[in-house]
């Protein structure tokens, strides 16, 4: 099964809208790279059920972004904030080492 590491990073934005059990399972999976068959043995559930919690999380987590968008205004916030950086002039050190915080801290 191919992992779309998107998944993690929309985890990590809507993942307390998930159930615990089903955040659990797709850490497991993207964060810790855990086979279907370690998760499934550390919850006492068949790898299908894994299988199926995974695709229906992924599912979930799509539908958080499309409506809410939080990751894609992100994105977006990001590149504006970067096309200002690149911007400041050499000698403008506070301010550009100011926004550079702010990046990182968005892109956490």
Wanted: proline content about 1%; aromatic content about 6%; glycine content about 4%.
């Amino acid at each position: 099964m191919a992992k779309d590491l998107n998944v993690s990073r929309l985890c990590d934005i809507y993942g307390m809208l998930l159930t615990e059990h089903r955040r659990e399972i797709v850490r497991e999976f993207y964060d810790y790279d855990l086979s279907l068959a370690e998760i499934a043995e550390n919850f006492g559930i068949t790898r299908q059920a894994v299988l199926c919690n995974i695709k229906q999380a992924e599912s979930k987590l799509a539908e958080y972004e499309s409506t809410l968008g939080i990751a894609r205004k992100t994105d977006k916030l990001t590149a504006e904030l970067r096309s200002v950086l690149d911007g400041l002039p050499v000698d403008a050190a506070d301010a550009r080492s100011r926004l550079q915080r702010i990046i990182d801290g968005l892109q956490r």
